[in-house]
């Protein structure tokens, strides 16, 4: 017999074989998906796949037609985003969702700013907030936390989203392509701080076509393909060509949830 003590810690996200329908077009077919405490576990396909439904059933946006997501181990019902949030779940989509005409600790606090006399916004305490928070993330990048983030970099914008994601996140990251519209720079700098965001303990799910980048910072590799989830890799022991026999269906090591 097996004690307690030596099972697997839960995973800090799942979904068990969630179903997901949109007119006469199945978008998910018994999907299982996990994502670990300090890991990053990427998410990969081809356009149509599924990844994008997966993933805004495990922030709240959709319900699945079937099947359950786990917090912790635990089943949960959300129906919403603010509800993944209560959970200690965040996103970041590809559009990051920031306001561009406010400061980069206006963006952070977005929704939850701090107050004084009840409706001032505390401004001075946000700034020290979000401060000490870039500080710990190593986030460089941005030098000034009082002009708009319309005038920042791409790069930029997207450590302001992370950070912002890493700051309020309890459980899960969930990434949408945030290095798409990166130069070679940047793009590496993000990449570092996703890997300081999975040394504070956070589970990071990193959806991706570019494969080296996911093979240089992923722990896992899960990939889908119409609907389903067809592979699971960890990254040392896998490479590019591989990856693409899975995306392609050329490959398949799946097995059933």
């Known amino acids: 017999m097996t004690s307690s003590d030596d099972r697997s810690p ?123 928070s870039f500080a710990d993330l190593g986030v460089g990048m941005v030098q000034d936390l009082r002009v708009p983030v319309a005038s920042f970099s791409g790069g930029q914008r997207q450590s302001v989203a992370i950070a912002r994601a890493a700051m309020w996140a309890q459980h899960v990251i969930l990434l949408d392509e945030p290095t798409a519209a990166l130069g070679v720079i940047q793009t590496a700098k993000v990449l570092d701080l996703i890997r300081r965001v999975r040394e504070r303990g956070l589970a990071v799910v990193f959806i991706s076509h570019n494969l080296p980048q996911v093979l240089e910072v992923a722990d896992r590799v899960e990939v889908m393909r119409l609907g389903a989830r067809v592979a699971r890799f960890k990254s040392g022991e896998t490479d590019v060509e591989q990856l693409i026999a899975a995306i392609s269906g050329a490959y398949t090591n799946e097995v059933a949830a």
């Open 10 to 132: 839960a995973p800090a996200l799942a979904a068990r074989s969630v179903e997901k329908q949109f007119g006469q077009v199945r978008a998910l077919r018994g999907v299982s998906f996990e994502a670990m405490a300090g890991e990053v576990t990427a998410l990969i396909g081809d356009n149509g796949a599924g990844k994008s439904t997966l993933v805004k059933c495990l922030s709240g946006v959709h319900r699945p037609d079937s099947g359950t997501i786990e917090v912790d181990g635990q089943p949960v019902h959300m129906t919403s985003p603010t509800d993944a949030e209560r959970m200690g779940i965040e996103t970041v989509y590809q559009d990051l969702a920031l306001a561009p005409d406010l400061d980069a600790a206006s963006n952070v606090f977005l929704g939850r700013e701090i107050r004084k006399f009840r409706f001032l916004h505390d401004q001075p305490a946000m700034r020290r907030q979000t401060a000490k």
